[in-house]
């Protein structure tokens, strides 16, 4: 919650707990998370869902993600709908016989391959919520004071094109606010961190 603005990090049990123990239900958290239409239109959008199964996902999603779950946790919620396929059934669709999968989901996929609509599930859900977690941050901040942030990304073989090309550089609020608003899948991973002068 607080990666946003730039300084010294939580270097004991103690401190990781309070860093931790925000409470997110006020008024002022109330961007903070994607709503269940967001969801819901990126669910369609993506066009490997059947749309009249989209309800019951994005509403699984959102629930999953405003009682604190991570974006993982909302994945994993999804993709175990349902009754547990055995290994034989896994093996049928494609994938390994270990792999944790519920009916439900499999029913709700529209595109032959199951594999590809697990990982665009993970994609959209974790897109949605890191632009809505940005937004907000970006929101705080300006209200806080904040006139500009520094961009941080992963810095990893997975860093997209413009992570790359932004880590490092500081931008207005305004210009973070535009760059979330316009491209966020593309920087998703990365962490736009509040510049406190003193």
């Known amino acids: 919650?607080?990666?946003?603005?730039?300084?010294?990090?939580?270097?004991?049990?103690?401190?990781?707990?309070?860093?931790?123990?925000?409470?997110?239900?006020?008024?002022?958290?109330?961007?903070?998370?994607?709503?269940?239409?967001?969801?819901?239109?990126?669910?369609?959008?993506?066009?490997?869902?059947?749309?009249?199964?989209?309800?019951?996902?994005?509403?699984?999603?959102?629930?999953?993600?405003?009682?604190?779950?991570?974006?993982?946790?909302?994945?994993?919620?999804?993709v175990r709908a349902g009754t547990q396929m055995t290994e034989d059934e896994i093996k049928v669709i494609g994938l390994h016989k270990r792999t944790k999968i519920g009916d439900r989901f499999v029913a709700a996929v529209s595109v032959t391959q199951i594999k590809p609509a697990i990982d665009q599930l993970f994609l959209l859900i974790q897109h949605a919520t890191s632009k809505s977690n940005k937004l907000h941050n970006l929101r705080r901040m300006e209200e806080a004071g904040i006139t500009q942030v520094e961009f941080s990304s992963p810095k990893d073989e997975r860093?997209?094109?413009?992570?790359?090309?932004?880590?490092?550089?500081?931008?207005?609020?305004?210009?973070?606010?535009?760059?979330?608003?316009?491209?966020?899948?593309?920087?998703?991973r990365s962490v736009l961190m509040g510049i406190v002068k003193f």
């Open 159 to 188: 860093s997209t094109p413009l992570e790359r090309e932004m880590e490092g550089k500081v931008i207005t609020i305004g210009e973070a606010k535009e760059l979330t608003v316009s491209r966020s899948d593309e920087i998703s």
């Open 1 to 78: 919650m607080w990666r946003w603005l730039k300084g010294k990090a939580p270097s004991t049990p103690g401190e990781m707990k309070k860093s931790v123990s925000i409470d997110v239900s006020g008024p002022e958290f109330f961007d903070l998370y994607p709503t269940k239409e967001d969801f819901a239109g990126r669910l369609r959008d993506c066009g490997f869902f059947r749309h009249e199964e989209i309800d019951w996902m994005a509403e699984t999603i959102h629930q999953q993600i405003i009682a604190g779950g991570s974006y993982k946790a909302a994945h994993t919620a999804i």
